[in-house]
Every structure is written in structure tokens, then in C-alpha cells.
């Protein structure tokens, strides 16, 4: 029989990005409308389930290499009804992608790094370019799909080479300055990309203040 007869050796296409896949990716929040200004959720960022669950709803594009423009979604929880489990990862998330954006050591303790693992509010997210692990769940319908988990941080060693750039210094301390001893330096002005049109974002961001 012919290959337009017979189709079981055409090639699967699930048309996956391979697990454990390190690329650099930039986050876009598509905005749910939900705010409580007693958990810092403003902005209209915040999206609220059916089931009561809150999250940012997150849009991660591969901004360079052989994924380049491809899009993995994944939602980043702010809190769930079953219990704290959700929100702990997604703090988890959040403060992996400032340091894997912000140059900074995660086990840099310096006062210089804590000012970095804070943001003002959601605005400060929405925009920003960091090194992602690209990891595999699964869908509403149990089908395959990318999503990202974590961030990776100036202590792995592939941090520099993905990221294209010496990691900014906060007090040398860490694998941030180690890093930097072995890779061209990063011009002083370069920072995460903000969209200017974010509310609350006037110039630098607020954590280079």
C-alpha cells in the first residue's frame, strides 16, 4: 500500500517543545478584570475562575532560538479555595522570574537583591524577559501541552549563554558575578522590557529606583 493509504508510519506531530528546554521567553498578562487591593491585586491584571481560584493569565513567547515566536500558556495562581499549595507556587514562579530577569543569585541575600524580588504591583510582570525551563503537563482535555514551571537563575550554568548577556551585579555576590567574570559585560541601561503604556510604569522600573 501507498503512504496516502497506510498512515501508521506518518510522524506523530505533537508539535511539543522538548521537555527541560531552557529559552528565553518574554510574558505577556492577558488581563482578567479582577482586583483586591488587600492581597496588591490591581491593575485589572487578575482573573477569577468559576471556582473561586485567582490567577494571572499568562502568555509566554519565545522571543529568540529554534522556538523563536512560539507561545506556551500557563497560568501563575494567586489563590486557591483548596488551600495554599497554588499560590505558594506561583510566588515561587514569580520570584524565580526576577531573579532569572534581574540577574540575581537565588541565594543572594544582599539588600540590593531583596529591592530586586520586589515589584509594585502586576505592571511590572507584564512585559518582562526572562530564562525559562520549559516543562509538559496536561490540558482540560488530559492532552500534552508546554507549560512553564520555573525559571532559571544566574546559578545555572547555561543562564549566560541563553540570556545573551552578562547578568547585572547586585553587590558581586553569587553565581551573578561569577557569571560576569566570563561574558562581556551588559551595558548598565539594560533592563527588562516594560510596555510604557502599563499603568504605575513611568521610566526604570520601580525595583532600579
Given at each position: ?22 529559552a ?7 488581563p ?6 488587600s ?24 522571543t529568540?532560538?529554534?522556538?523563536a ?34 540577574g ?43 507549560e ?9 550554568r ?12 547586585f ?7 561569577h ?31
Amino acid at each position: 500500500m501507498g503512504s496516502w493509504n497506510d498512515f501508521n508510519d506518518a510522524q506523530s506531530n505533537s508539535n511539543l517543545i522538548p521537555k527541560g528546554t531552557l529559552a528565553k521567553v518574554r510574558l505577556t498578562i492577558r488581563p482578567g478584570g479582577f482586583d483586591d487591593a488587600s492581597q496588591g491585586w490591581t491593575g485589572g491584571y487578575a482573573t477569577r475562575g468559576s471556582t473561586g481560584a485567582v490567577y494571572l493569565n499568562g502568555e509566554f513567547t519565545v522571543t529568540e532560538g529554534q522556538y523563536a515566536r512560539r507561545k506556551i500558556f500557563t497560568l501563575i495562581g494567586l489563590y486557591s479555595p483548596k488551600g495554599p499549595d497554588w499560590a505558594n507556587m506561583g510566588r515561587s514562579l514569580v520570584r524565580g522570574m526576577l531573579n532569572s530577569a534581574r540577574g540575581i543569585s537565588d541565594k543572594d541575600m544582599s539588600a540590593e537583591a531583596q529591592a530586586a524580588r520586589r515589584i509594585n504591583g502586576f505592571a511590572d510582570l507584564d512585559g518582562i524577559e526572562f530564562i525559562a525551563r520549559i516543562d509538559i503537563g496536561t490540558d482540560a482535555s488530559g492532552d500534552d501541552k508546554n507549560e512553564i514551571r520555573s525559571a532559571v537563575t544566574p546559578d545555572h550554568r547555561d543562564y549566560a549563554q541563553v540570556m545573551g548577556t552578562a547578568p547585572l551585579q547586585f553587590g558581586g555576590h553569587g553565581a551573578a558575578g561569577h557569571a560576569a567574570q566570563h561574558t562581556t559585560p551588559a551595558a548598565p541601561a539594560h533592563q527588562p522590557s516594560q510596555p510604557a503604556s502599563a499603568p504605575g510604569f513611568a521610566g526604570r522600573p520601580s525595583w532600579a529606583q
